[in-house]
T-cell receptor
């Protein structure tokens, strides 16, 4: 079955620093690559996504980069703020199962 | 208006009982899902369902059964509850037909505690 792993599992940064989370997947047929953010006690929500024919996408302080050959994509957050503290999930898919990655807990210290 | 709503938000029950969680979406989406999130925050898909087929994650015990009275509802019924069923259950929906983006819209979650 599909394997989706994220690294690191936890990440602590100082406010203003950058954070990078990597997602590695095994299904070479995957063609849609989203990242979800889940704040404490809340539901997961999409923050950025990218299609397989695009290498990079940016939306203000967040960006996603894709390496289809190596089967991984990364979430980049610049100028981190305390409100970026959350658990982040990747969910690469081309199947009906929509498998989520193992999650990364990001903590931004003021 | 809430896009994806689940009831109840909290459910505390005894082992061996049967319980249901209801889910409704008013987005007109064609696919609905149930996910289980355990204490380690792993999000595991249990079912996906659209008008054409039900796809079941093979690791889900047959004590769990989805029921869809119509396109806007996907309820989760659980028989003979066990301690390990304690988790937060999320319902979600997406529009798959005619869309390259399969963004999931999640409900607020239902926290199930089995005593």
């Amino acid at each position: 079955g599909e394997n989706v792993e994220q690294h690191p599992s936890t990440l602590s940064v100082q406010e203003g620093d950058s954070a990078v989370i990597k997602c590695t997947y095994s299904d070479s047929a995957s063609n849609y690559f989203p990242w979800y953010k889940q704040e404490l006690g809340k539901r997961p929500q999409l923050i950025i996504d990218i299609r397989s024919n695009v290498g990079e996408k940016k939306d203000q302080r967040i960006a996603v980069t894709l390496n289809k050959t190596a089967k991984h994509f990364s979430l980049h957050i610049t100028e981190t703020q305390p409100e970026d503290s959350a658990v982040y999930f990747c969910a690469p898919h081309n199947t009906d199962k929509l498998i989520f990655g193992t999650g990364t807990r990001l903590q931004v210290f003021p | 208006d809430t896009a994806v709503s689940q009831t109840p938000k909290y459910l505390v029950t005894q082992m061996g009982n049967d319980k249901s969680i209801k889910c409704e979406q008013n987005l007109g989406h064609d696919t609905m899902y149930w996910y289980k999130q355990d204490s380690k925050k792993f999000l595991k898909i249990m079912f996906s369902y659209n008008n054409k087929e039900l796809i079941i994650n093979e690791t889900v015990p047959n004590r769990f059964s989805p029921k869809s009275p119509d396109k806007a509802h996907l309820n989760l019924h659980i028989n003979s509850l066990e301690l390990g069923d304690s988790a937060v259950y999320f319902c979600a929906s997406s529009q798959d037909e005619g869309s390259w983006s399969r963004e999931l819209f999640f409900g607020e979650g239902s926290r199930l505690t089995v005593l």
